[in-house]
Antibody
């Protein structure tokens, strides 16, 4: 059974950094692309970033490009999201999600429960 | 403002059939496939439909979807109280080189 568990959320001041982690189990992590998706309070789902199965290809939403980095450790089955220069509009629940395929352009078939990031002074 | 356009709300009574529309562009729905997600507040989102019309195992056949041109729609028949949730369409956008979501439709079962 696929399990995705996010961690690393919390309260952070504007301009500071935070790193989220997503521990994966129940599937061959190194065979699937992974994603980060967020939901700001009272808003809808908002795609953040995608990484291919081997980390060779990465995609970012324009709103986070240059500030966020996505990476993965296939030896530890962990997905990361490094968030720098955080802004108030980055406040959201952050979900990691598994893709159905290698490249990350198919569908998000499993999701974690999310971790809350609050950017506030 | 979301790249994909959905109605903000929909409603129906138990047993009824409701549809939710999703409108996009040539660079996303017109070229790639559409997925649908169900999201109950406080829970993890759930994949409901992938590749325009396909249901993952475990999703009841009351849920169906279609796509035509740059639009797609989700249909829920035999509406049940547990279907009350937010529904999102999503597609890969070849111009943006990223995923785009609809703004979400809040379904209320009256």
């Amino acid at each position: 059974q696929v399990q995705l568990v996010e961690s690393g959320g919390g309260v952070v001041q504007p301009g500071r950094s935070l790193r989220l982690s997503c521990a994966a189990s129940g599937f061959t992590f190194s065979s699937y692309a992974m994603h980060w998706v967020r939901q700001a309070p009272g808003k809808g789902l908002d795609w953040v970033a995608t990484i291919s199965y081997d980390g060779g290809v990465k995609y970012f939403a324009d709103s986070v490009k240059g500030r966020f980095t996505i990476s993965r450790d296939n030896s530890k089955n962990i997905l990361y999201l490094q968030m720098n220069s955080l802004r108030g509009e980055d406040t959201a629940v952050y979900y990691c999600a598994k893709d159905t395929f290698l490249t990350g352009t198919s569908a998000f078939d499993s999701w974690g429960q999310g971790t809350l990031v609050t950017v506030s002074s | 403002q979301s790249v994909l356009t959905q109605p903000p709300s929909a409603s129906g009574t138990p047993g009824q059939r409701v549809t939710i529309s999703c409108s996009g562009r040539n660079s996303n729905i017109g070229t790639t496939t559409v997925n649908w997600y169900q999201h109950l507040p406080g829970s993890a989102p759930r994949l409901l439909i992938y590749t325009n019309t396909q249901r993952p195992s475990g999703v009841p056949d009351r849920f169906s979807a279609s796509k035509s041109g740059t639009s797609a729609s989700l249909a829920i028949s035999g509406l049940q109280s547990e279907d009350e949730a937010d529904y999102y369409c999503a597609a890969w956008d070849d111009s943006l080189n990223g995923w785009v979501f609809g703004g979400g439709t809040k379904l209320t079962v009256l």
